[in-house]
């Protein structure tokens, strides 16, 4: 069990480098990776704030293992008390920032990685909800 956690960890993080890589090859620049709200509660943290043209994208990674979870989709796992999370987070960012006057979205980024992380597939769904 030990060894699967530290696995699983491991592979979510290089999802999340695998999608500031894409982020950054579609014209995005990466503002925070791993934003965690300051004040309150901790609720969580939102995986990248990445900013395009004048528009600000909190984006939630979901990463699987090809092998095992082809069939699924990634960002099923993204569900409506996550969204909420991810939206209270994104406020204290905005806020934090002084971003107040500026246009945001959700995105989400599946990505899927073979077990010897050599075949790779991303999909990258903008504005996740409104």
């Known amino acids: 069990m030990f060894w699967r956690r530290n696995k699983n960890k491991s592979m979510g993080e290089y999802g999340e480098d695998l999608a500031v890589k894409y982020l950054k090859k579609n014209g995005y620049k990466i503002l925070e990776r791993n934003f965690a709200n300051t004040s309150g509660r901790r609720l969580g943290e939102i995986d990248v704030v990445a900013k395009k043209e004048k528009e600000i ?59 010897d992380y050599k075949v790779n597939k991303i999909k990258h769904i903008e504005s996740i909800f409104i």
């Open 57 to 115: 994208i909190f984006v939630e990674v979901k990463t699987r293992e090809l092998e095992r979870y082809s069939d699924t989709l990634p960002e099923e796992n993204i569900t409506p008390r996550k969204l909420h999370k991810l939206s209270k987070i994104a406020n204290n960012y905005i806020k934090l920032n002084n971003f107040i006057d500026i246009p945001y979205r959700f995105d989400a980024i599946s990505v899927w990685v073979s077990n």
